[in-house]
């Protein structure tokens, strides 16, 4: 008997939170009873589309959606259904963009349409706009109006924590959680991999890594982060930051450090698939994200027993061991806060957390399982 095919929806395949996290899923589930195929809304090649091939997995390609004239993305999908008629499930990943591919999905009369949250975003003010710009706060309120639709086309409402939820679908709205979940025995601490990975990037045993991981894009507030390892420059030089991720701001970000005279002291990684492995390094993480979801790098940092620091826009349910703490981002002074809460940070004992990861609910075996039934209960 043919596996059910479940068409996950996404913007592109690349290594971001989302995606990491149904990959993490895709690798764990009987794929003789249920596939994966991927609709995404971008042309060029992703990170993770050679696996997705290789797991049985087929990626179909329309253009990006323009939430001012959909017109031509809804003929666009009209056209694919009407040549893919087989799918019983649509799982989409576009947050409240959402709306425009279950609105046709339902058009189609497809009996399971689920809309996943993935992000809560603050509200927009006078503080947002001089933080983030208005390019940024203007997609914000796109969004913000964006995600009144995203209901009237769903059967299924999922996300990947309470907060997340509550923002998409609204405060009193019901929806299931998918967790974020990671195959916890990669990220068990290793010295020996630690040691090999700071010999390969020339840092010596005793320099502090600070490390992140994010796509560098306004959300992250990679800029925020510079000011914040500059200060700590001023008290510790034998100090580097690992920044592993691509994005529209890399260069903007890079063309900083070297204006502070401090570029030789970050590593820009780029895009990585051995993100495991490269925790193992770090002392610190260091993610002062304007907003989030349910991020699944902090959960996969305190998988690795690395202390983190976050901003405190990030939920609370991200919160799962004693290694994680959180701290304002509201005013440009507090990069010396963060950087005098770093120089303070006992790093002398890597935490031994993956029993705690598990106890709380975010190991993949367990979660593939649920996700496994639910998917072949509504096919």
């Known amino acids: 008997m043919a596996p059910i095919r479940v068409l996950q929806v996404f913007t592109i395949m690349n290594r971001g939170g989302a995606e990491s996290m149904i990959m993490n899923y895709y690798r764990q589930i009987d794929r003789d009873k249920v596939q994966f195929d991927f609709l995404v809304h971008r042309k060029e090649k992703a990170a993770f589309d050679d696996e997705i091939h290789a797991l049985g997995g087929k990626i179909y390609r329309l253009d990006p959606i323009s939430p001012f004239f959909p ?31 279950l609105k046709i999905a339902k058009e189609f009369n ?37 995600k009144r639709r995203v209901k009237n086309h769903t059967t299924h409402l999922f996300s990947c924590g309470e907060k997340a939820g509550k923002w998409l679908f609204g405060e009193r709205s019901s929806f299931e959680m998918m967790n974020n979940a990671i195959d916890t025995k ?10 090999t990975y700071k010999k390969e990037l020339s840092i010596s045993e005793n320099t502090l890594v600070l490390g992140h991981v994010g796509r560098f894009a306004s959300q ?66 260091v993610f002062p994200s304007f907003y989030e979801g349910l991020p699944v790098t902090l959960i996969e940092a305190q998988a690795a027993g690395i202390k983190v620091l976050a901003s405190d826009t990030i939920t609370t349910e991200v919160h799962l061991t004693k290694d994680i703490e959180f701290i304002s981002i509201n005013k440009p002074e507090d990069a010396d806060v963060w950087a005098t809460k770093i120089q303070k940070t006992d790093i002398s004992k890597k935490g031994q957390n993956t029993d705690k990861i598990i106890k709380a609910n975010y190991d993949i075996v367990s979660n593939t399982e649920m996700m496994q039934n639910f998917y072949l209960k509504h096919a």
């Open 71 to 101: 017109g031509k993305y809804y003929d666009s999908l009209r056209n694919f259904f009407n040549e893919h008629k087989d799918y019983a499930i649509i799982h989409s990943h576009l947050n409240t963009f959402s709306s425009f591919p």
């Open 110 to 146: 497809i009996p399971c349409r689920i809309a996943h949250a993935h992000i809560a975003i603050d509200d927009v003010n006078f503080s947002s706009l001089s933080k983030e710009g208005i390019k940024e706060t203007l997609k914000k309120l796109v969004k913000l109006r964006l």
């Open 186 to 195: 990669q990220f068990e601490y290793n010295s020996t991999t630690s040691t």
């Open 220 to 285: 992250k507030n990679h800029s925020f982060l510079i000011d914040v390892f500059a200060s700590v420059l001023k008290q510790k030089e034998n100090c580097v930051l690992i920044l592993v991720g691509d994005g529209p701001l890399k260069e903007e970000i890079e063309r900083k450090a070297k204006n502070l005279g401090i570029q030789n002291k970050v590593k820009f990684l780029g895009v990585r698939a051995d993100i495991p492995q490269l925790l193992q390094m770090f002392d610190i993480f």
